[in-house]
């Protein structure tokens, strides 16, 4: 009897020392929201419930145009291509257009003149933690310091650029209670 006792102590406590088997544990499938938001609501933009898109792959002949928003204005992501299309993002809504050849023409000229723009020297501002936003570019696989905190007369001139071709494709909008207003 005392050794069966033993044993089974003995055998209880190896298995409090053993830990027990690891698992994988399987992620949940992904879900596609369908719910449709009141049809009163003017503030809700219409359109079927999709999973956000990503932006097609950057070359380097391409300019990226990114803002980060604030709590009050919308953050955008633009993809300029040299022939005007641009690639453009706000909310995780992937939509395609064109900006005007003009400022493209400028902004492209611009750039290869600031090049590499990872030097270019950047103005140091103090941002309200509400309403501050930055904005950066990236070309030829070097990004910018924040522009809108001024630096010298190029940073100025490529967030002026950047902010004209923004406003021509309707980006960076109100938000109000959450959403993005157009």
């Not at 719910?35 to 999709?50: H, K, Q, S």
Request: glycine share 10%.
């Amino acid at each position: 009897m005392t050794t069966i006792l033993v044993g089974l102590v003995f055998t209880s406590l190896i298995a409090q020392a053993t830990p027990p088997p690891v698992s994988t544990p399987v992620a949940p499938a992904p879900t596609v929201s369908t719910t449709t938001p009141a049809a009163d609501d003017p503030l809700v933009r219409r359109g079927p419930a999709t999973a956000p898109r990503l932006l097609p792959p950057m070359r380097p002949t391409d300019a990226l145009i990114r803002n980060s928003g604030s709590t009050n204005t919308a953050g955008y992501t633009i993809v300029v291509h040299p022939d005007a299309t641009v690639d453009m993002t706000t909310d995780g809504d992937v939509t395609h257009g064109t900006a005007g050849h003009a400022q493209v023409d400028w902004l492209f000229r611009k750039l290869r003149a600031a090049a590499p723009l990872d030097a270019m020297s950047g103005g140091r501002c103090m941002k309200s933690a509400s309403f501050g936003s930055s904005t950066t570019m990236t070309y030829d696989g070097k990004t910018s310091p924040d522009l809108t905190c001024g630096g010298d007369a190029m940073a100025r001139e490529l967030d002026r650029t950047a902010s004209v071709i923004a406003t021509q494709l309707g980006m960076g909008g109100i938000r109000s209670r959450g959403r993005l207003l157009r």
